[in-house]
């Protein structure tokens, strides 16, 4: 009877085996309900509420349990809840033991999948006692089989796996080949959960050969999804691949939906493992709404780990931390599963390792180990091993470092865990090469290579070509070396185009895949072949830049869906009133320090909603993506033709142990390479800066040792030029380098105008002619608006108020007026009320030249939500009067330059390989090649005099001054006025991008 009462399957618990270059590889468990075999009974008046009143029968119990399990199988955990909720009391009431048993059974289980492991394991304890007690060999069965879901939920495999076996001999017993197959599923799912993928492999190909004779569709895309993950395992993408696609395609048919949100799982880490991040984002997306809509709790926790792991490939980790703690918070209240707290832990740590955190790393990778041992995660384990290696390579600490490699290459050759080998071999070849055994590094850098390139892992394969090439170096073979560098290059070029998100997202890219330019560059330079060595230098810098501006981007919002323009709205809406409340909650006196927290906090979880819902539209609009430009990295000669008789370029690059340097003139391109270590020059560039904001009167001591530091070595290639362009490069974005002395005593600016490019090649297309319309006005300008005080509040999480004091601005208001008599009559002028952020977002496209002269707040933590103060509009839901840097983003410019006079508009983070990412990033990616920003918290009334005397001197007079020449005037103008004369005052504005 019992057997046939259960005749729907149970949604599945999973088994937790992660690998930490990747997103959970969980191995699913399957249920022991037998396919439906009569028509299903009339369940439709169970999906009312209140349920109807039923008389305490056995038909009733019956009935009540098989539409639990109907909806159970239809993923609908709630409903069956409450039905099996209404069958215990029915069976209580009526002192039914056999009934009360079956309905303890899977109220136990769904309250599991729910999320509620601490009530299901009575329940389902119970339901074993009475079954031995009736000696109900099936019920036995199927409530052991419910247990070792629950012991692989919580992490306790061999537990899992001795219950499941348990729950084979027993159906055994019974002739029961469907029982059979769901345990030996079950056993391989714990033997693969502790990386015996040998053993696992013959259960699952047992269980799928007994579900095909039996005709379970259902069951057997399981075990199909369980053996491609395993091949994957084994190195067999394309098999995992097939095998996946295959068992979604059933899915589908079935209308199953866990089972769907499993196999988009599967594609996700293929997906990932080709480096096709995008498309393993947008999978895991989907996956993971099915899960939240059906209330599978593990899963849902399993799947924001899983989507933390792609951001966290991507290099952006806000997003991915986020995403961990929002799967640690659940796993901790509800799942409490030893495995996914350790592969959490250790992507913390590999986080914060890669973040220059290195004693956090070590804390959490040690918890991660200390988990994994309480529960015997051997899995685990090895994941934490090989990032704490990683983490000890980088402070030397080699002994420590071997010693956890050879522990995770033991497990690896065990278990047969290809990709994870090679891993760990590249590690393990990199610690010989710096205990000078360069040729057993080459041995072990080439099999990881070798197994890589099989398998078709990207991320694995570039690295591995990489520390090849660095191999071969120390063999003194430079041919070898380069033809590695090369290929390295190429397979991260082909990774960048399928990288997802948008432009914010994919400046991080490059953030941990920079080395083999920066090698292939030094080893041109080894080679005296500068010219080669400014190639490579220019491939590596502002690849987004370049692509937004000869890309084909499309505005996000012609793309969107009315659904998605009403989700965004809402989510706006909701970003502005938590930015308002924390605004006038930071002004109030007195201040309230724990509501100020909490509401940081709030608009902190508001940000990340919006950023993970532009993340998912453009992984599901691929036509939102800019395409990869398809433009060259510019040459040598041709950067020459870029620079008169009277210019140079000068180029940083960062290579492997020290900051290059490229002087570029008219005749030819000379390489330099600094004494200093970017350590030392990162110290004196800080203190320098540190000096200019307190207006040090020491400061000429610091701008002449960072002179020669910096521009000593090439002043013989800068002798006689009087315009130079500067790309810097990681710390030297920071140094204004205007303000740098001679020994002569004289700044740089006195000898030549100064301008800054995100790169050579970013700059050539800049100064190309522009196609479209030209704007239709000369000049719009915002100054001193209404509410402009409160930017300058601070709420103490790391905003710096900008533009002076905070408080009304008078000098910026007659700064605009005053432009506005430059300009004449086709300028347009905002102050106060009128200077409103909805004004700005309509009009500004329109004009040659935009100028706001307001507040603005740096966001140390969170660059593109640094912003400048414009009055809010009246009744305005979505507009804060905050103009955030994201929001600059998404507005199309045509603007021939942009002023942005206020404070530290300059700065931002620094994303290796692209540049300084805010508020002036966010200018180019709308589309001006030229923008005019600040370094510093710079002084109001000494920023008017610079910004009226710059643009008399460039507006268009009869001199036809270029930019950079203008703002060079316009500092000697201040410098020499009276009480301006400290650099302070006058160096603080730079001009970026097109010079001309």
């Known amino acids: 009877m019992r057997r046939n009462i259960r005749r729907y399957c149970l949604s599945l618990l999973v088994v937790i085996a992660v690998c930490a270059a990747g997103p959970s590889s969980a191995a699913e468990s399957l249920d022991a309900f037998p396919a439906q075999t009569t028509p299903p009974p009339d369940c439709d008046p169970l999906t009312r509420d209140p349920l109807p009143a039923w008389p305490d029968s056995a038909d009733s119990s019956k009935r009540l349990t098989d539409c639990a399990y109907l909806f159970s199988n239809k993923s609908d955990y709630r409903r069956a809840e409450l039905l099996f909720e209404s069958a215990l009391e029915m069976a209580t009431r009526r002192g039914d033991r056999a009934a009360r048993a079956t309905a303890l059974a899977g109220l136990g289980l769904t309250r599991g999948t729910l999320g509620h492991a601490d009530e299901a394991e009575p329940m389902l304890l119970e339901s074993l006692n009475i079954s031995e007690q009736l000696d109900d060999k099936d019920g036995m069965a199927e409530a052991s089989s419910q247990l070792g879901h629950l012991s692989t939920q919580r992490g306790r495999y061999d537990e899992a796996r001795a219950y499941h076996q348990r729950s084979f001999t027993l159906w055994q017993a019974e002739g029961s080949h469907r029982g059979m197959a769901v345990a030996l599923n079950n056993v391989g799912a714990s033997y693969r959960a502790v990386g015996d993928n040998a053993a696992a492999w013959d259960y699952f190909q047992k269980s799928l050969a007994e579900l095909e004779a039996l005709g379970d569709r259902r069951r057997s895309a399981t075990v199909i999804d369980n053996i491609g993950r395993v091949s994957r395992t084994l190195g067999d993408y394309a098999s995992g691949l097939e095998l996946a696609r295959k068992a979604l395609a059933i899915r589908e ?7 769907i949100s499993r196999s988009l799982n599967s594609l996700s880490e293929c997906y990932q493992a080709q480096g096709n991040y995008a498309a393993a984002l947008d ?3 989907r996956s993971l709404e099915i899960r939240q809509a059906i209330g599978y709790v593990l899963s849902v926790a399993e799947a924001q780990n899983n989507i933390a792991v792609v951001y966290e490939a991507q290099g952006n980790y806000p997003q991915a931390v986020a995403y961990l703690r929002k799967a640690l918070a659940l796993n901790a209240a509800k799942v409490h599963s030893d495995s996914l707290s350790a592969e959490i832990y250790t992507h913390l740590g590999e986080i914060f390792s890669r973040q220059g955190l290195d004693a956090q790393a070590v804390q959490s990778l040690t918890r991660a180990l200390r988990v994994s041992a309480a529960s015997a995660l051997a899995l685990q384990a090895a994941d934490a091993r090989l990032a704490l290696a990683r983490t000890y390579m980088k402070s030397g600490r080699l ?20 990709g994870g080998r090679a891993e760990a071999l590249i590690e393990m070849a990199e610690i010989e090469r710096r205990r000078g055994r360069a040729g057993r590094g080459l041995a072990l850098a080439t099999e990881a290579r070798d197994m890589a390139e099989a398998m078709e892992l990207a991320d694995v394969r570039w690295l591995a070509l990489t520390t090849v090439g660095r191999m071969d170096v120390a063999l003194a073979r430079a041919a070898e070396a380069a033809e590695a560098f090369d290929a390295a290059v190429a397979v991260v070029e082909d990774m960048r185009v399928l990288n997802g998100g948008g432009e914010e997202s994919r400046s991080r890219f490059f953030a941990n895949r920079l080395a083999p330019y920066q090698e292939r560059m030094a080893l041109a330079l080894a080679a005296s072949t500068p010219a080669d060595a400014f190639y490579f230098a220019e491939r590596s810098k502002a690849r987004v830049l370049l692509d937004v501006i000869r890309g084909d981007r499309v505005p996000i919002t012609k793309a969107m869906t009315d659904a998605e323009r009403r989700h965004e709205v809402e989510l706006r809406t909701a970003l502005t009133s938590a930015n308002s409340e924390l605004r006038f909650a930071a002004q109030a006196m007195p201040r309230d320090q724990s509501r100020v927290a909490a509401l940081q906090r709030r608009r902190d979880e508001r940000r990340v909603a919006y950023e993970e819902f532009q ?5 599901a609009h691929p036509e939102l993506k800019v395409s990869r430009a398809d433009v060259p990295a510019i040459r040598a000669a041709e950067a020459q033709m870029l620079a008169g008789p009277s210019d140079a370029i000068v180029e940083f690059a960062a290579g492997p142990t020290r900051m290059h340097a490229f002087v570029i003139t008219s005749t030819g391109v000379k390489a330099f390479t600094l004494a200093a270590s970017a350590l030392e020059i990162g110290r004196q560039v800080q203190r320098f800066r540190d000096q200019l904001a307190a207006r040090d009167l020491r400061v000429s001591d610091s701008a002449r040792r960072l002179d020669e530091l910096v521009l000593g070595p090439m002043r013989g290639a800068l002798s006689g030029k009087t315009a130079l362009i500067v790309v810097p490069d990681g710390m030297l974005w920071n140094l204004p380098f205007q303000a740098l002395q001679g020994s002569d005593g004289r700044y740089l600016i006195e000898q030549a105008a100064v301008s800054y490019a995100a790169s050579v090649t970013v700059l050539r297309e800049a100064m190309r002619p522009r196609t479209g319309p030209a704007p239709s006005g000369a000049l719009i300008a915002f100054g001193n608006p209404a509410g402009g005080e409160a930017a300058a509040a601070g709420t103490g999480d790391g905003l710096h108020a900008i533009r002076g004091q905070s408080g009304s601005l008078p000098e910026s208001g007659r700064e605009v007026e005053q432009l506005a008599a430059i300009y004449g009559s086709s300028s347009r002028v905002y102050v106060g009320a009128e200077a409103r952020e909805d004004r700005w977002k309509a009009e500004a496209s329109s004009y040659r030249v935009v100028h706001l002269a307001t507040h603005g707040v740096l966001d140390n933590a969170s660059p593109l939500y640094s912003h400048l103060v414009l ?18 983003m998404n507005t199309q410019l045509r603007a021939d330059l942009v002023v942005l006079s206020a404070c530290e508009t300059a700065r931002g983070r620094v994303a290796p390989g692209e540049g300084i990412i805010g508020l002036m990033w966010a200018v180019f990616v709308a589309g001006s090649p030229a923008t005019l920003v600040s370094q510093w918290q710079v002084d109001s009334a000494s920023s008017t005099a610079l910004m009226v005397a710059f643009h008399q001197e460039w507006s268009g007079g009869p001199r036809r001054m270029s930019k950079a020449r203008a703002l060079r005037q316009a500092s000697l103008r201040v410098l020499h006025t009276r009480g301006f004369s400290h650099p302070f005052y006058w160096a603080g504005f730079i001009l970026a991008g097109d010079g001309r």
Request: proline fraction near 2%.
């Open 253 to 259: 048919t079935l209308d199953d939906r866990e089972g």
């Open 283 to 285: 999978a895991l997306q």
């Open 399 to 418: 002994v420590l470092a071997a010693q956890e490699l050879e522990q995770v290459l033991a497990f690896r050759n065990t278990t047969g865990d290809r």
């Open 615 to 619: 993340a998912r539209l453009y992984a």
């Open 871 to 888: 009055a809010r509009p009246q009744g305005a839901a979505e507009d804060d009067g905050l103009l955030e840097a994201w929001e600059i």
